[in-house]
Nanobody, 126 residues
Framework: QAQLVESGGGLVQAGGSLRLSCAAS????????MAWFRQAPGKEREFVGA????????YYADSVKGRFTISRDSAKNTVYLQMNSLKPEDTAAYYC???????????????????WGQGTQVTVSS
């Protein structure tokens, strides 16, 4: 059973940093593309960024470019989302996702992504 488990969420002041983790298990994700999404109450799910497990190439939403960084640790089967210079508008539940896609940019099309984590809450206070 494929499983993605996020951790690392919490409460942080504006301007602060958090690092989210997504531990993958239950299948081989080495050929997959991993992504982070977020969803705030009353808003649609929003693409944050994606990383190719194969070559480590990344793709980010404009709203987080330059502030957020996605990385992977193949030995630990874990993907990370380093979030710096956090803003109150970054407050949301953050979800890890995985799909067999050839391009990181195609991960913005989320409805057909088969694997999702349960989410971790990030709250940024002003």
């Amino acid at each position: 059973q494929a499983q993605l488990v996020e951790s690392g969420g919490g409460l942080v002041q504006a301007g602060g940093s958090l690092r989210l983790s997504c531990a993958a298990s239950g299948r081989t994700f080495s050929s997959y593309t991993m992504a982070w999404f977020r969803q705030a109450p009353g808003k649609e799910r929003e693409f944050v960024g994606a990383i190719s497990w194969n070559d480590g190439s990344t793709y980010y939403a404009d709203s987080v470019k330059g502030r957020f960084t996605i990385s992977r640790d193949s030995a630990k089967n874990t993907v990370y989302l380093q979030m710096n210079s956090l803003k109150p508008e970054d407050t949301a539940a953050y979800y890890c996702a995985a799909a067999f896609r050839k391009s990181t940019a195609t991960m913005v099309d989320w409805p057909l992504i088969p694997y999702w984590g349960q989410g971790t809450q990030v709250t940024v206070s002003s």
